[in-house]
């Protein structure tokens, strides 16, 4: 997957005149990428120019955000279908509380991606996020709480079984921040108990420390999807590596930026490719939803920094 993530970062940049920044480039890249597709111009260009026709220029779908949008329209046939189902998604989000919300663009196309009833049962496990750990909870959460509520139980099991990773994860060492918070919400979609989770991720985290490959808080989130695949790490690890080596000798980006891109396309190709070896879940859809909340979080991360 390393050699089409290269051939998709090589192609957005010429084909969108550079009209998006270094950084939106490759979270643009990794989002086809994560998806096993190829970049194609003219389909984007023909998204681009559809959106325009069916929003204002003041649309929160413009811009930016708007391009990590389109890159996930289309990917299982009728991108204009998709496109007007997504447009439809945002118009339940037309009120409050989302009416405002920066990141409503992303939390729209998760509601395409979910059943009837989750946006209400989201919105519930959202608020108790909110009650318990107001310092730590901001937008993106909102649209982890719309997967969570996805899930077919009682929302209260589903805020308990939130709690017990956050509580296993901090009792481990892990710094209390959002990405802590997002690990947390990530592995409640997975069937992995706290303490085998816990476990993995150490294990994670001490051989890339080891390795010296760029590792930061803002990992977590993805090594709480690395630790959903049983019994591997050795040649997961492995991997890795050489995907991290081989961007980092194209000295394009950062070390952590090198290894946040070896991580997503390890987990890709997992969910995608291997989806029998994942043994602690029930829905791997679910689960390939996570991996965009994690590179959307990610962005808004960059975003939100670039505006300060």
């Known amino acids: 997957m390393y050699d089409l993530f290269c051939d998709n970062f090589d192609s957005i940049s010429p084909a969108l005149k550079h009209k998006l920044t270094y950084d939106f480039n490759r979270f643009l890249a990794l989002s086809y990428t994560v998806q096993d597709r190829t970049f194609d111009p003219e389909e984007f260009g023909r998204l681009v120019r559809s959106l325009k026709k069916q929003t204002s220029v003041f649309s929160p779908f413009r811009g930016m955000f708007g391009a990590l949008i389109l890159s996930r329209v289309g990917r299982t046939g009728n991108a204009e279908d998709e496109l007007k189902q997504l447009l439809a998604a945002d118009k339940r989000l037309d009120r409050r509380p989302y009416r405002h919300l920066a990141r409503r663009p992303f939390l729209a196309l998760t509601l395409t991606r979910t059943q009837e009833g989750a946006l209400e049962k989201g919105e519930a496990i959202y608020l108790a996020f909110r009650k318990a750990h107001p310092w730590l909870t901001n937008g993106d959460d909102r649209i982890a709480a719309l997967l969570l509520g996805d899930l077919d139980e009682p929302e209260t099991l589903t805020i308990d079984r939130v709690e017990s990773f956050h509580e296993a994860l901090r009792r481990a060492g892990q710094t209390r ?24 991720i150490g294990t994670w985290q001490a051989r890339l420390k080891r390795e010296k490959i760029g590792l930061t808080l803002a990992h977590l989130p993805l090594l709480a999807l690395a630790a959903t695949v049983e019994d591997s790490f050795e040649r997961d690890m492995n991997a890795v590596k050489i995907f991290a080596d081989r961007e980092n000798s194209r000295r394009r980006f950062s070390k952590p930026q090198d290894l946040a891109i070896a991580l997503h396309l390890l987990i890709a190709r997992r969910l995608l490719k291997d989806a029998d070896q994942l043994a602690y879940h029930e829905r791997g859809d679910l689960l390939l939803e996570a991996q965009h909340v994690a590179l959307l979080a990610a962005a808004t991360a960059v975003y939100e920094a670039m505006t300060e």
């Not at 921040?177 to 993995?200: I, M, Y």
């Open 177 to 200: 921040t959002n990405d802590l918070q997002l690990a947390a919400q990530l592995l409640a979609l997975t069937k992995l108990s706290p303490e085998t989770a816990v476990e993995r």
